[in-house]
């Protein structure tokens, strides 16, 4: 038999058998074998459990609506279970140790239901604790706070989706006590956070509901909880654990040299004299380039993957002068076929390459189309996932592509309650996420992606959600800084930041301060990309995009250092300012400076019409990068001086480059 500890703690007042029935909570602990953790029921309004390490609180969970005046009995496998007569919850203690690679002991336990039946929706809860403790990972956002205890989301379904530009966002939580929080892709998960009833808190529930699959009769919940002795080092367990780590890493030209994207400054209006005259101007005005980007409006309609003939009359003689200028030529693709593309689409329903609904439809809408009139493909099969890249093959070898920028992959597009796939266990449709960005990952290390789903390994970019050309948190600059962060904290090191100025939405393009501040932001980034033009300000625009594109490539051999080391140790390249502080409490709510490895400190001007900003230097000896002063960290350097030629950013002393 194992162990078993009970111990019976009365409230106040409360401390003989006899009157215990009469107390509003009583606590139970049990501890797990071989081990000093145990799981203590808390009986109250609610019922919680909470997970300790000796006499040490380490986390505390409220079930919000299972109850049940049963106690926790050994299961099969050395944890725990209770159950309702109905619904059983079972809790296992996965580790508990120190890990190598962390540096801390970790605590892990496994929360599962294994039976949630057709209309029931369990929902366990996590305080936030605002105001003490900060909150990061999570699901990348259109107004993407950092951290992120200050989003809300009610009953909001777990997938990757064009809402919120949701491109990316692992079922992972990390919080600056050193907790992280897991739920398992099998989970038809929806969340709650600061909604209506749950203000302070982050929940989790499982229903079988649209978008999941409501078919199924019994669907899965399970999560895990792990606590280290800071975030950093849960983190890198969560590595090791969940998130796993690239095999490889992108293209060093596309670190080193800009790309050049048609899109934000020419959006549909491309052809080859277009393309042309860009990479002329690029070259004119002494700019250097990784490669140039053909984006929308190329085809002979959605889908075809030919190019239109009155727009790319002859396409290989134009990849081949480009080349001969010194680019490289990449393309815009997508995963769907408009109706009105007639014959590859007949010809994909016919293969039954599309996804299709239950009632048999392919009807789905995306942006370039009108509702009912696009089909998208089905990457859940393995011929589909075949023909599309042969067809990719094809304008490689025979137009002169050298790679491709893949768009879309999130669920959003799929029909509704699609038919999918998938494999036994599955019951979402993320399985759809995973297979395209898998599929299209690979053509190599030039390709970018904007969506991402258990893909932490693939060698290649993962882009930014498009950015309007805004300054605050609707969409603007400040989020290109916080969703870097949260795409680093969910295990993508390697980030594609969006085009610089944004992308001039709602003719609302960037103006000469906003576009060399972004530029600026983007300088201790992974990669810079261009589609506003800095020769269309003015020549001190040209003057400062040079110095600060120069300043980018000076820094690559820095850059692809940290790129291997994602490749070894899943570490983030950019991580936030409390990755070397990881108990530092300001640092732990900086969002508008960021750190390129352990060595340089970003703390670009996000504010318009600033020309000063306060900086924060964590623990450790700082050079200016702009001078020669030197600080001793923890410091906040005020009204440092930042007129609009000037990054402000910070060196380690001792630095050193290779």
């Known amino acids: ?115 949630v039946l057709q209309g029931q929706q369990p929902r366990d809860c996590f305080s936030l604790n605002t105001g003490v403790t900060h909150w990061f990972s999570g699901p990348e956002q259109k107004q993407h706070y950092w951290p992120v205890e200050r989003q809300s989301h009610s009953n909001y379904p777990y997938l990757p989706k064009e809402l919120d530009n949701f491109g990316v966002g692992e079922r992972y939580w990390l919080n600056s006590d050193g907790v992280f929080l897991y739920v398992e892709n099998n989970t038809p998960l929806f969340i709650d956070q600061n909604s209506a009833g749950y203000e302070g808190k982050l929940c989790f529930s499982a229903i079988s509901a649209l978008p999941y699959d409501p078919r199924v009769t019994s669907a899965k919940f399970v999560y895990h909880v792990a606590v280290a002795k800071d975030a950093k080092a849960a983190h890198k367990y969560a590595v090791k654990t969940f998130l796993g780590q690239p095999t490889g890493h992108p293209d060093e030209r596309m670190v080193q040299h800009p790309v050049w994207s048609t899109w934000a400054l020419y959006k549909a209006e491309v052809d080859d004299g ?20 053909i984006d929308d409006d190329w ?6 993957l030919t190019f239109r003939k009155n727009k790319f009359p002859e396409t290989k003689t134009l990849t081949d002068d480009l080349k001969a200028l010194g680019f490289r030529v990449t393309l815009w693709i997508h995963p769907f076929i408009n109706n009105n ?25 995306w942006w370039n189309s009108k509702a009912k009139d696009a089909a998208i493909l ?72 904007r969506s991402a789903q258990n893909t932490q390994d693939l060698p290649i970019f993962v882009r930014i959600v498009d950015k309007d050309s805004e300054w605050g948190w609707n969409n ?19 980030v ?109 001007v996000v504010l318009e019409g600033a020309t000063k900003r306060d900086v924060y230097l964590p623990e450790g000896e700082w050079k200016n990068g702009n001078g020669d002063e030197v600080y001793s960290g923890p410091i906040w350097i005020m009204d440092y001086p930042a007129p609009l030629d000037t990054l402000p950013y910070f060196v380690r002393v001792g630095f050193e480059m290779n």
């Open 1 to 115: 038999m194992h162990t078993k500890l009970l111990l019976l703690l009365v409230a106040a007042g409360c401390c003989l058998w006899s009157v215990a029935s009469a107390c509003q909570s009583i606590e139970q602990r049990y501890k797990f074998a071989n081990s000093n953790i145990y799981v203590r029921l808390r009986r109250g309004d609610k019922l919680q459990y909470e997970l300790m390490r000796g006499d040490k609180s380490l986390q505390t969970v409220t079930f919000d609506n299972f109850a049940t005046t049963n106690n926790l009995v050994e299961s099969e496998n050395g944890g725990y279970k209770i159950t309702d007569g109905t619904n059983t919850i079972e809790f296992t203690l996965v580790k508990s140790g120190v890990v190598t690679g962390t540096g801390s002991d970790v605590t892990h336990v496994r929360v599962a239901r294994d039976q």
């Open 274 to 293: 277009v393309i042309r005259d860009f990479a002329q101007q690029i070259l004119d005005n002494g700019f250097e380039n990784s490669q140039l980007e």
């Open 299 to 304: 085809e002979d309609c959605y889908g075809a």
């Open 341 to 365: 593309c007639t014959a590859i689409y007949e010809e994909a329903k016919g293969l039954g390459y599309l996804v299709l609904d239950h009632e048999g439809s392919s009807d789905t809408q």
């Open 378 to 449: 089905d990457f859940t099969k393995s011929e589909v996932r075949e023909w599309f890249t042969n067809r990719l093959k094809r304008l490689q070898d025979e137009e002169g592509i050298d790679s491709f920028k893949f768009d879309a992959g999130e669920i959003t597009w799929l029909p509704s309650d699609p038919v999918l796939q998938g494999d036994g266990s599955m019951v979402t449709p993320l399985q759809a996420v995973g297979d395209y960005v898998r599929t299209v990952a690979a053509f190599g290390d030039m390709v970018e992606v």
């Open 476 to 494: 603007g600059l400040i989020t290109l800084i916080t969703s870097m962060l949260q795409m680093n904290l969910n295990g993508y090191p390697f």
């Open 496 to 604: 594609l930041p969006d085009m610089i100025g944004g992308n001039g939405y709602y003719e609302r393009p960037p103006n000469k301060e906003l576009f060399l501040r972004w530029l600026q932001a983007n300088v201790f980034m992974p990669a810079l990309q261009y589609s506003f033009v800095p020769w269309n300000f003015d020549d001190e625009t040209i003057a400062i995009s040079k110095t600060h594109t120069k300043l980018h490539a000076d820094y690559t051999p820095y850059i692809m250092k940290l790129f291997k080391r994602a490749v070894e140790t899943g570490e983030p390249v950019n991580p936030p300012l409390w990755w070397i502080a990881p108990n530092d409490s300001v640092a732990q709510g900086i969002y508008d400076q960021f750190l390129l490895g352990d060595d340089i400190i970003a703390a670009p």
